[in-house]
């Protein structure tokens, strides 16, 4: 909170100054603003001093009087534009007396310099993050007022532009801006050819343009229908695709460079611009890389290495191409190693330099691994050069502890990435004991980072990782059977997917332990999960505990009575063909073991199921079946003959000859194989 600088029975300087603003007299106000305005500028304590001594609520009622004359109004919306610049408490003052409706009500007003100066203020205002975009949309008068008045001056352009910018927040901000007309609105911005080059100072033009380029990359993000219209708008014969595609161009300011590639990334990622189009491959991929480079700017390379990750994410050529440009990969590494100037010995100065440059810090290392992330998504090559850098992994198990969340967000997803490949997994990976840093943060965690985290834990459970026998003598167990039990469906998800890679091919002690921790309720609860992946990888879960004959007969033992109401249940429900296959080749498992078999023998109604699936009209269905009566009637097992006589009488047999006329190779040869153990 604020704090008073008034003591004892002294009167502040600043409260003399506001006690000036109670005057009636046009000039004397006037005066009194003035110096106000000169007092306050520059100075973060004198904005506070002229706020605790209650300045606000007579700067508002002058712009609230119907007496004011323009002056008056001008000046005291200077005054409010320079309180707006100080702290977040001053911010903070000013939105709880409602300076924002004030000002948004005043740009009506004739005299455009107020107006103006009042679009300043606000400017100053939405560029804090603790201004709420909602005053934007709350009243339905503001946005068709804020493209009225947007073409009348350079100011108007610049501050409305920089104000939809930063209040864009959603896909409803974006279709109400949309809807208003604000594409077209914006397009005659970027039409002049007064844009800055290279080598000259900021001009006019540029303080327009690039908020423009702004709006146009915040109002396409993530929404298919905008960004397609933003992708086929012209305006002066030039479609605003070809201009971003221009403002990429060498010539052009880095900052327009960069945020011209950001709208045609955008436009990509939403759909209305193919990743193989000339405007990806050849302008913005490229501008992006350029952006990454050391001699750019910090702002600029965080977020072009940052844009560049979203643009490749999911796009495996892209990835390809970028892994070759402009020594990428490496030079994204410097970005874990950065290190800025030491301080000038002033104590207060280096502490903010310090703060300064941890942010800076973190912020490379979020990007830098980010784009190492995309560009490992998919390519084995790229993913052993990322991983043979020098130090990378080193990084990266570093980044997993970090104190700040998003740089250990990042460094998850990273880790992510590389660790879907085989090789790595079984040497970086185990060279580096990523498990550990990983365990313990999956305790406690976030769910943003416990999504990500346990994703990457999947990879680490494959039967062929090193890493699998110390994770589960860490309790990976019961902390993956507690993500099941998750409101969040990709924690659950997640939690299922890690088990299920768990059981395959293990032991029957890890398997028990499972379905010990799991419990049988938690198992029919996941089979009726709303999400089908959940209910995808819960069979898999089953299917890979009900392998091996010892452990299927084991399992079935305990547990029988439990698993094969949980199949049923799955075969009577409206589910899809592949939940359904996924269930009879549970069913197939079972018929394997040795004991288990009497489980389904007994059990006419799930007899009767498996034969009407050897004739349903789904191939699959009908494979899974007749695999599962293969291994019921395979006669080198006792009791075999008793099983082939009893489905002989169901007319099984039959069923199968009638098959042999089947065109699929696959089911063909399960329905031979299976008619060759009758005897």
């Known amino acids: 909170m604020l704090e008073s600088m008034i003591t004892g029975e002294e009167v502040s300087p600043s409260q003399v100054y506001v006690d000036n603003l109670s005057t009636d007299d046009v000039q004397q106000l006037l005066h009194a603003l003035?110096?106000?305005?000169?007092?306050?500028?520059?100075?973060?304590?004198?904005?506070?001093?002229?706020?605790?001594?209650?300045?606000?609520?007579?700067?508002?009622?002058?712009?609230?009087?119907?007496?004011?004359?323009?002056?008056?109004?001008?000046?005291?919306?200077v005054v409010l534009s320079s309180l707006?610049?100080?702290?977040?408490?001053?911010?903070?003052s000013l939105l709880n007396a409602d300076v924002i409706p004030i000002l948004l009500k005043g740009l009506g007003?004739?005299?455009?310099?107020?107006?103006?100066?009042?679009?300043?203020?606000?400017?100053?205002?939405?560029?804090s993050d603790i201004t709420s975009a909602d005053y934007l949309y709350n009243d339905a008068t503001v946005i068709p007022q804020l493209i009225r008045i947007l073409p009348t001056s350079p100011c108007t352009q610049e501050c409305i532009t920089s104000i939809i910018s930063k209040c864009c927040k959603n896909s409803d901000h974006q279709d109400i801006l949309c809807s208003h007309g604000i594409i077209q609105a914006l397009a005659s911005l970027l039409t002049s050819n007064c844009v800055q080059l290279r080598n000259q100072s900021i001009n006019a033009q540029e303080k327009v343009q690039l908020p423009t380029l702004q709006c146009y990359a915040v109002i396409c993000y993530q929404n298919e229908k905008v960004a397609y219209t933003v992708a086929t708008a012209v305006c002066n014969g030039q479609s605003l695709h070809e201009m971003f595609v221009k403002l990429c161009g060498g010539e052009y300011s880095d900052a327009m460079q960069l945020t011209a590639a950001?709208?045609?990334?955008?436009?990509?990622?939403?759909?209305?611009?193919?990743?193989?189009?000339?405007?990806?491959?050849?302008?913005?991929?490229?501008?992006?890389?350029?952006?990454?480079q050391m001699s750019k700017k910090i702002e600029e390379r965080i977020e072009g290495a940052e844009t560049l990750a979203y643009l490749i994410e999911i796009d495996t050529e892209l990835q390809r191409v970028a892994s070759i440009s402009d020594h990428l990969i490496k030079t994204l590494a410097k970005y874990l190693r950065w290190q800025s100037i030491a301080g000038n010995g002033n104590a207060i100065?280096?502490?903010?330099?310090?703060?300064?440059?941890?942010?800076?810090?973190?912020?490379?290392?979020?990007?830098?691994?980010?784009?190492?992330?995309?560009?490992?998504?998919?390519?084995?090559?790229?993913r052993k050069r990322i991983i043979e850098t020098e130090n990378l992994?080193?990084?990266?198990?570093?980044?997993?502890?970090?104190s700040n969340v998003d740089v250990r967000v990042a460094a998850v997803r990273c880790l992510h990435s590389l660790s879907r490949s085989v090789q790595q997994l079984r040497t970086s990976f185990q060279d580096h004991a990523v498990w550990k840093p990983l365990m313990k943060l999956l305790r406690g965690a976030s769910d943003d980072l416990l999504s990500v985290a346990s994703s990457t834990l999947c990879n680490l459970l494959l039967e062929?990782?090193?890493?699998?026998?110390?994770?589960?003598?860490?309790?990976?167990?019961?902390?993956?059977?507690?993500?099941?039990?998750?409101?969040?469906?990709?924690?659950?998800?997640?939690?299922?997917?890690?088990?299920?890679?768990?059981?395959?091919q293990a032991d029957e002690k890890i398997k028990s332990s499972i379905l010990a921790s799991l419990g049988t309720q938690q198992m029919f609860r996941l089979l009726s999960d709303p999400s089908v992946d959940v209910l995808m990888k819960t069979l898999g879960l089953l299917r890979n505990l009900l392998s091996t004959k010892s452990h299927i007969d084991h399992m079935m033992s305990s547990h029988g009575i439990d698993i094969m109401q949980a199949v049923v249940l799955i075969l009577d429900g409206d589910h899809s063909p592949e939940v359904k296959e996924q269930t009879l080749c549970i069913l197939a498992n079972i018929a394997d073991?040795?004991?288990?078999?009497?489980?389904?023998?007994?059990?006419?109604?799930v007899l009767k199921k498996i034969t009407n699936y050897m004739i349903h009209a789904n191939v699959k269905l009908q494979i899974a079946a007749t695999y599962c009566i293969s291994n019921l009637v395979w006669n080198e097992e006792e009791g075999a003959l008793e099983r082939q006589a009893k489905l002989r009488d169901m007319g099984v047999q039959k069923l199968l000859q009638q098959l042999l006329s089947s065109s699929d190779t696959v089911l063909f040869d399960k329905v031979k194989t299976a008619l060759q153990q009758f005897t």
């Open 34 to 77: 003035r110096q106000m305005k000169n007092i306050v500028i520059g100075s973060n304590k004198q904005k506070t001093n002229m706020i605790l001594c209650g300045a606000v609520p007579k700067l508002l009622q002058i712009q609230t009087s119907l007496m004011s004359n323009p002056e008056l109004l001008l000046e005291s919306a």
């Open 84 to 92: 707006a610049k100080g702290t977040d408490e001053n911010v903070r």
């Open 109 to 127: 007003n004739a005299d455009i310099k107020y107006v103006e100066a009042s679009l300043r203020c606000l400017r100053t205002l939405f560029s």
């Open 262 to 292: 950001k709208c045609l990334t955008f436009l990509c990622r939403a759909g209305a611009i193919q990743p193989k189009e000339s405007s990806i491959i050849m302008k913005a991929l490229p501008t992006l890389v350029r952006m990454c």
């Open 349 to 382: 100065a280096d502490l903010e330099k310090f703060d300064l440059d941890l942010k800076y810090s973190n912020r490379l290392k979020q990007a830098a691994f980010k784009a190492y992330a995309s560009l490992g998504a998919n390519d084995e090559d790229i």
């Open 393 to 402: 992994m080193d990084h990266v198990v570093t980044g997993l502890s970090d």
């Open 464 to 504: 062929f990782s090193p890493s699998k026998e110390p994770i589960l003598e860490s309790g990976a167990i019961d902390l993956l059977c507690d993500l099941t039990k998750r409101d969040n469906a990709a924690l659950r998800l997640n939690g299922v997917w890690a088990l299920m890679n768990m059981a395959f």
């Open 593 to 605: 073991g040795s004991t288990a078999k009497e489980y389904i023998m007994s059990h006419d109604d």
